[in-house]
């Protein structure tokens, strides 16, 4: 089995120029106009290597190499090609060309799968355009229900079905649904987007588990004043409320004792948003991860708890919204040991981790099981212009997949 590391380090690059940002960064908005060019580009190659291409209704993107039985679910592989602003040309990335790559050593190699194998290309990995992450396999497992999803907008008002439309995607998105048991598994190749590969020395990741996010959005209604005028006794200040929340977030998270519990705030709004005006509303958004759903969620109930009480010393009104409360994912035992065989056989070295991030396999595990490969990227670097994976990084993580995929398809 034969890696062209010159032919995928070169299409790497040339989907990387196909940005709204100039090099190194790269911007490709999922139904933007660069995305539909990345996507023409990127179904040209699959043409190439001689897979059948379909697509559904919300633009996930399906290359078939067609195995022997074709009784027997198929194998799937894949990831995403859409990029936040201004990030790199690895993530996701590799997961879509190197399963490219693994498909053409493997019919290089002369070996003929009794399964069929898929490789994905799913829509909207990034919550860049509607707010919402995994889009694509998220309608492919049923967590996000067909119905209504077509109302959601983008920043500028624009709904999913207007955009998909003009991308050329129609049909009904309850489509798009697959039922459990529609593929035999499912394994996705993915830069770390963290450190300890590259720390520890060590050539792959096999991913026992995905941490899942819940995510909270609350809002803190004070009363707002002239920031001389009004005196401190009586003050109701929305902002002093949420700024009490931000620490009972990191208070939950740490009282867990687990380091696999992480809780964040990452956005504040305040109103009006003046140097001399009492906030009278402010908005935040915190996000709780875990790899234990139970866990995760008996933070998130404390966290409930402490902005009630925050709110009602404060004399403040608090309004709690849950966007959503994602589960966390396990592998499945029989992929990781096929992972594990496949490094065996290249002689490379490997790990079993935990991914803090969650990824489209966190939703293809309602369809099949599931499992990742996690290859080093440099610094553990990643949505930046400066995210880097190794030829030789890469070159590794291709043979492992490659290996795992004649594994699980023959």
């Known amino acids: 089995m034969h ?3 010159a032919r995928l380090s070169g299409e790497i690059d040339a989907l990387a120029l196909i940005s709204d940002a100039e090099a190194p960064a790269v911007t490709r908005v999922v139904f933007s106009e660069r995305d539909r060019e990345g996507r023409t580009w990127l179904k040209a190659r699959f043409g190439e290597a001689g897979l059948a291409i379909r697509e559904d209704a919300v633009g996930n993107v399906f290359a078939r190499w067609e195995g022997r ?8 592989t894949g990831s995403h090609i859409d990029a936040i602003p201004f990030a790199g040309k690895y993530d996701g990335v590799v997961g879509v060309l190197g399963a490219l790559e693994a498909i053409r050593s493997l019919k290089q190699s002369g070996f003929a799968p009794s399964r069929s194998i898929e490789l994905i290309q799913f829509t909207a990995e990034e919550p860049t ?6 889009l694509g396999s998220r309608l492919i497992s049923g967590v996000l229900a067909a119905d209504g999803a077509d109302d959601l907008r983008d920043a500028e008002g624009q709904s999913l079905h207007e955009l998909r439309a003009r991308a050329g995607f129609s049909g009904e998105l309850a489509e798009v649904r697959m039922q459990r048991g529609h593929y035999a598994g499912f394994v996705e190749l993915h830069i770390e987007q963290g450190p300890n590969l590259e720390r520890e020395g060590v050539a792959i990741g096999a991913v026992t588990h995905i941490a899942a996010p819940a995510t909270l959005r609350i809002t803190f209604e004070g009363e707002g004043g002239h920031a001389g005028a009004k005196l401190m006794p009586g003050r109701r ?4 409320a949420a700024a009490e929340a931000v620490l009972a977030v990191e208070r939950a998270a740490l009282s867990t004792g687990a380091v696999d519990t992480v809780g964040t705030v990452g956005i504040c709004e305040i109103h009006p948003g003046a140097i001399n005006s009492i906030p009278s509303r402010v908005k935040i958004a915190a996000d709780i991860r875990d790899i234990d759903g139970t866990r ?3 933070v998130v109930n404390q966290i409930r708890a402490a902005i009630d009480e925050i709110a009602k010393r404060r004399n403040v009104g608090a309004m709690i919204e849950m966007v959503n409360a994602d589960p966390p994912t396990a592998s499945s ?3 990781l ?5 496949a490094c065996a056989a290249e002689s490379v070295s490997h790990t079993r981790m935990v991914a803090r991030a969650y990824h489209d396999t966190s939703f293809m595990a309602g369809v099949c099981p599931v499992a990742m490969i996690f290859i080093p990227c440099r610094g553990g ?3 930046r212009p400066d995210e880097y994976a190794s030829p030789e990084a890469i070159d590794a993580g291709v043979r492992v997949l490659a290996r795992t995929l004649a594994d699980l398809a023959g």
């Open 69 to 76: 039985d074709a009784t027997l679910p198929a194998v799937a």
């Open 337 to 341: 040991e096929a992972i594990e065989r």
């Open 381 to 383: 670097v990643s949505h």
């Open 333 to 335: 035992p029989q992929i």
């Open 129 to 134: 355009r509607f707010g919402i992450g995994c």
């Open 237 to 240: 200040d929305a902002f002093c």
């Open 3 to 5: 890696i062209d590391m």
């Open 296 to 298: 995760r969620d008996v």
